[in-house]
């Protein structure tokens, strides 16, 4: 089975540029997780769909961050402009929505932001 | 709000040495409480979990971890670290199913030869 994909593994761009991040999550899973991690930190929410529907948007930074989730399966995540403060590794995750709570968060490998 | 804590940045083992990384939370209730693993250059990968019942629970790669009401902490555990045990460690909670998890700020672990 294949895990989470997330693609660009690497991407560096100058300030006020716009970038883009795609995700497709393992098949079956209806909740998908945009996580934004800082450099020594632990990943901090931006954004969770389940299906299609942003069931909470509340830490998206919506001045500059856009999020969707098309047809419920895979995902982009969209900055601009981008500020030298975005620079992190974006995190993409899933999970099943099952009536079993296994509460597990399957994460792709991360793309990893750089802003000059 | 729901916090989580893990009090060591970073903590350095030899090879064979016990380990033991600490977690603590901040919810009136019992969460559901979590570590994973990451490794550089990769993704987090789930360690264990606790929803319930027996406070000591097993995970993958001899890793352990015990809950703790009374102090409401989620301790991690190996009883003999292998080099490629160095990774960075995070505790996440969740207060309830289909709830967001909060992570903890993660302690990186290096394991001398």
């Known amino acids: 089975e294949a895990g989470v994909v997330q693609s660009p593994r690497y991407k560096i761009i100058e300030k006020k540029q716009p970038v883009a991040f795609w995700c497709n999550p393992i098949s079956g899973h209806n909740t998908l997780y945009w996580y934004r991690q800082n450099l020594g930190q632990g990943p901090e929410l931006l954004i969770r769909y389940e299906n299609e529907e942003a069931v909470d948007d509340s830490q998206l930074p919506k001045d500059r961050f856009s999020a969707e989730r098309l047809k419920g399966v895979d995902s982009t995540l969209k900055i601009q402009p981008a500020e030298l403060g975005d620079s992190a590794v974006y995190l993409c995750a899933s999970s099943p929505l099952t009536g079993l709570n296994t509460g597990e968060l399957f994460f792709g490998e991360g793309s990893r932001l750089t802003v000059l | 709000a729901q916090s989580v804590t893990q009090p060591d940045i970073h903590i350095t083992v030899s090879e064979g040495a016990s380990l033991e990384l600490r977690c603590n939370y901040s919810?009136?209730?019992?969460?559901?409480l979590f570590w994973y693993v990451q490794s550089p250059g990769q993704g987090l990968q789930l360690l264990l979990k606790y929803f319930s019942g027996d406070t000591l629970v097993q995970g993958i790669k001899g890793f352990e971890a015990e809950f703790k009401r009374s102090q409401s902490s989620f301790n991690l555990s190996k009883p003999s670290v292998h080099w490629s045990d160095a990774a960075e460690y995070f505790c996440a909670v969740q207060h309830n199913y289909g709830q967001n998890f909060v992570f903890g700020p993660g302690t990186r672990l290096s394991v001398l030869p």
């Open positions: 919810y009136g209730a019992t969460p559901y």
